[in-house]
């Protein structure tokens, strides 16, 4: 019975490109699309020969294709750079397959895919994301010598006796200004980091990361007291993450004691593992002035978002966009909203979901 | 009595307020290498050798880990304190034979500190500070 498909019509009218040969590199048929995308006609088309329409590397590749395909085989996803008749590359991508007449090979029949476009623009993302990290590391390393030399000074001012008690506080404003440059630039090399080559999860105490982290953030504000409460202890609750986690604690953490106006801060943190989830959900609350609804959302700009406003790196600061990228790149979540519902102004609660690091369902933990 | 110390930085800068940093403290600044080559050869011409090494990484022609195992090779009670901006090489530094890794910027106390700890010897009496 007759094919109720005319394969030919379907050859000669589809997108991708359809290149026949004989085994010995002769070309025998190429459909619509090869010659509209390689400019010639097709009594051109029928004079050409593999080593003409290929680069040198993918004509030796080729030949190989051709070497293993007489031999029955098929080849999928060969990439090959054909030259046009004007002299471009193409960069296409194919599948091919033997042509058997009367039980024998007789030539190599493939359909290729034009991927010069993703490739281009692949390359070229490699290359700027190369070009950047170059830069970025080349100035973060020497925006850090900088402020060595400027801590210094001012370290070295401080130390001189003949300093005003006016002028000392000019210059610990300095310093801490310093610090405050450090930091940042430490933020943007682990966003950085963490979009580019993230480190991989591992096992770590939730309990372990919290309570260091909070020892820490206390020692930052030496007016200020931490009232942490939760019923979290240690060893009590996993999660995959890595060493990043404690990053996202001080953002959390740092926010609470840099907003809220009182002597003693309160933070409430309250852990329970989500049943039927692979989740742990982490809220941490806090009673300061709360983030608006405007807000909520931008408080969280990645770091693509933020490279258009430059008033959310000076102004905002980046330590809720690093922590909204550890989180997502541990597959959590993270969001914020109002301590008590619908009022802003009474503190904010920011909900993690963590992936829990032990298997199977369980209640509170 | 202080700690001798060897810097070695390919900032000129540092150089600078680093030996201003020490000799506040009473220490005194032995020799300046700014990269690795020449502090492997200038660690030999000290004499008596140097207490301290404060080594920087990011050098020309050799940089600090290379710098580190080839002065420990010679001598391996060297106390070489890592003093760098790139982070990513602190594991390195310490399995090269480093007693510490110092992120820059570090703090004055911290320096002294480490110095106290790495030639306390040296360290007789305490730094202003």
């Given at each position: ?223 200020k007291?931490l009232d942490l409460r939760t ?21 959390l953490l740092h926010n609470s004691m840099k907003y809220d106006p009182s002597?003693t801060v309160r933070v409430d943190v309250n ?12 809220e941490v609350s806090d009673y300061g002035p709360g983030i608006a609804d405007?807000r909520k959302?931008?408080v ?20 809720l ?14 969001h914020v909203e109002d301590r008590v519902p619908g009022d802003h102004t009474k503190g904010a609660r920011f909900v ?14 | ?129």
């Open positions: 019975m007759d094919s109720p498909i005319d394969f030919r019509a379907l050859v000669e009218s589809a997108s991708d490109l359809v290149l026949v040969v004989s085994l010995d590199g002769n070309v025998e048929y190429v459909n619509r699309a090869w010659l509209d995308a390689m400019g010639y006609t097709p009594d051109e088309a029928m004079a050409l020969t593999v080593d003409e329409i290929m680069t040198p590397d993918s004509s030796e590749a080729y030949w190989e294709a051709i070497q293993a395909i007489r031999g029955g085989a098929t080849m999928m996803s060969l990439d090959v750079r054909m030259l046009t008749k004007s002299g471009e590359v193409l960069i296409l991508e194919g599948n091919l397959f033997p042509r058997v007449e009367e039980g024998q090979v007789v030539g190599v029949q493939g359909i290729y895919h034009d991927i010069s476009a993703r490739r281009l623009a692949e390359e070229e993302a490699r290359r700027s994301h190369a070009r950047t990290e170059f830069l970025l590391d080349l100035m973060t390393h020497d925006l850090m010598n900088i402020n060595q030399e400027v801590l210094s000074t001012f370290e070295l001012l401080l130390r001189h006796g003949g300093l005003t008690d006016d002028m000392r506080v000019i210059v610990r404003e300095g310093v801490a200004e310093v610090d405050r440059a450090t930091k940042l630039i430490g933020k943007m090399k682990k966003l950085i980091h963490i979009e580019t080559s993230p480190p991989v999860p591992k096992v770590l105490d939730l309990g372990d990361v919290l309570f260091s982290v909070a020892a820490e953030i206390e020692s930052e504000f030496p007016d007291t019923e979290l202890q240690r060893g009590q609750v996993t999660v995959l993450a890595d060493e990043y986690l404690s990053d996202v604690f001080r953002g002597d852990v329970r593992r989500m049943p039927r989830t692979p989740f742990v959900r982490v405007e959302e931008s969280f700009a990645r770091l693509s978002d933020i490279t258009d406003r430059k008033e959310s790196v000076l102004g905002l600061g980046i330590g966009a690093l922590v909204r990228t550890i989180v997502e790149h541990y597959g959590g979540q993270i993690l979901l963590l992936r829990t690091a032990t298997t199977g369902a369980g209640g509170t933990q | 009595m202080m700690a001798r110390v060897f810097i070695v930085d390919d900032d000129r800068f540092i150089h600078k307020v680093l030996e201003r940093i020490l000799s506040f403290a009473g220490h005194t600044v032995v020799g300046h290498a700014y990269n690795g080559k020449e502090a492997v050869e200038q660690f030999l011409q000290i004499r008596p050798p140097p207490d301290i090494v404060l080594m920087d990484h990011r050098m020309p022609l050799m940089n600090g880990l290379d710098a580190t195992r080839e002065i420990l090779q010679m001598n391996p009670s060297a106390a070489i304190i890592f003093v760098s901006a790139d982070e990513t090489v602190s594991e390195e530094a310490t399995e090269a034979g480093a007693k510490c890794f110092l992120t820059k910027p570090i703090r004055s106390n911290t320096l002294f500190d480490v110095i106290r700890k790495y030639a306390p010897e040296a360290v007789t009496e305490a730094a202003p500070g």
